[in-house]
């Protein structure tokens, strides 16, 4: 099957509404059973310096960021995956048959005053329309009735999309109007608005409601339209307010292209999202987690400070617990379950997909816990708590009591 392209050129941050629409394009495709388009992303972004508002009737510019795609479209239809067109169509009158040719191409002469029967079903009847039509290279007469059981597709579905290329150019280059994407620098300067008023950023994993965190927030003031009435949830900042945040902002883009590491997915996916100039849907939620990253650097910073201010005594806590296992399967525990012990949280900081916990007895024995969330924990927080001893290991030279099973009560002591 031979395919046509086109290039067309889309405002940057546009990917989610491309997918969108293109996949309601492909499915009414397949619905149709019409060859699909393709499309396919050109080269890297470019700015090209357009007209973005008009103020009192004069034109503001600005540099926009633009991705050229190719899309591919079937120039033949095609159903159940077999190459097939139709020719053209036949009207029998008393002097001839009338001919709608759609491909330009030569019809057999002979056809044009010919007795026509339909060569599918091979029974002559009365019939005002025949269409002519080729297969696997091979062409015949067919009465109207018959196409749709030789194709198995509605001839008037099929005419409304015979022009089906030219359909999905028009629906593909009117792309080219999708909004313009807002810049890196813009959409964090309304993240640093939204954190300075919050008092932190708020991520949307510790959140019952994506509008209720950082990015939901800042989606919330960037898209008044879409808001819910009579809720207020963050006052929008005047263009003043956020043009101040812009030197800061700048710094903090620097900071983080030249500082962040992949050690991680999100720390790679993060690194990519403010390595653009640009945000689009699925980096937005990134972009403001590098507010997160910052706080956890100045904790890190922090802890750090503090780690050789702590003196531990050095020895283990307790006894370890062992594991049952009855044929592969877990079958409990065996050893003491200490319970109501005082702990102090002295430090925490994230490792992968969990939190590291670093805690203290009285008798200043080393404690570590591997915990899934630390949403209500904080540093110098004092715990009472019940747990099992997993194991003891040694770290930079100090000794420390490994715990799970665990359950906290929190005391609200700051000592």
Not at 210 to 225: C, D, E, K, M, W
Not at 276 to 296: F, H, I, M, N, P
Not at 342 to 357: A, G, H, N, T, Y
Not at 371 to 399: C, M, P, Q, W
Request: with cysteine.
């Amino acid at each position: 099957m031979s395919h046509l392209t086109f290039d067309v050129v889309i405002p940057c941050g546009n990917t989610k509404l491309l997918e969108e629409k293109f996949k309601k394009i492909t499915n009414k495709c397949i619905r149709y059973k019409i060859g699909l388009p393709t499309y396919e992303k050109i080269g890297d972004p470019f700015t090209q310096r357009v007209v973005v508002e008009e103020i009192n009737s004069n034109p503001v510019y600005d540099d926009v960021y633009f991705q050229k795609y190719t899309f591919t479209a079937p120039e033949k239809v095609s159903v159940d995956d077999i190459p097939f067109k139709i020719i053209g169509k036949f009207t029998p009158t008393e002097k001839g048959n009338l001919i709608d040719n759609y491909t330009k191409e030569d019809f057999d002469v002979s056809l044009r005053n010919k007795d026509l029967i339909c060569e599918h079903c091979n029974k002559k009847r009365n019939r005002k329309e025949f269409y002519y039509i080729e297969k696997d290279g091979v062409r015949k007469v067919v009465g109207k009735n018959c196409l749709r059981d030789y194709f198995g597709i509605d001839p008037k579905r099929y005419f409304e999309y015979l022009g089906w290329f030219n359909t999905v150019k028009e629906e593909f280059t009117s792309y080219e109007n999708f909004s313009y994407s807002t810049k890196l620098i813009d959409f964090l300067c309304i993240v640093d608005y939204v954190v300075e008023v919050e008092g932190k950023f708020i991520p949307t994993s510790k959140v019952s409601e994506y509008i209720h965190s950082t990015a939901g927030l800042v989606n919330y003031i960037r898209f008044p339209q879409s808001r819910e009435k009579k809720v207020k949830l963050i006052e929008s900042p005047t263009q003043k307010q956020l043009d101040e945040r812009k030197d800061k902002v700048i710094t903090i883009i620097d900071k983080a292209r030249k500082e962040l590491k992949p050690t991680n997915d999100w720390a790679s996916n993060l690194k990519i999202a403010m390595d653009l100039d640009y945000v689009e849907y699925k980096t937005e939620g990134l972009v403001c987690s590098v507010y997160g990253w910052l706080a956890y650097q100045e904790k890190d910073f922090e802890r750090k400070n503090n780690e050789n201010k702590v003196e531990y005594s050095n020895n283990y806590f307790g006894e370890k617990s062992k594991t049952i296992w009855n044929n592969n399967r877990f079958g409990g525990y065996v050893g003491e379950r200490y319970t109501n012990i005082k702990l102090k949280i002295v430090d925490m900081f994230p490792c992968r997909d969990f939190f590291i916990v670093k805690l203290i007895n009285d008798n200043k024995d080393a404690i570590t816990w591997f915990a899934n969330d630390i949403i209500d924990l904080e540093t110098d927080d004092t715990l009472n708590v019940n747990f099992r001893v997993k194991d003891h290991s040694e770290y930079k030279g100090i000794k420390s009591t490994i715990i799970n099973q665990v359950k906290i009560k929190k005391l609200n002591l700051n000592t």
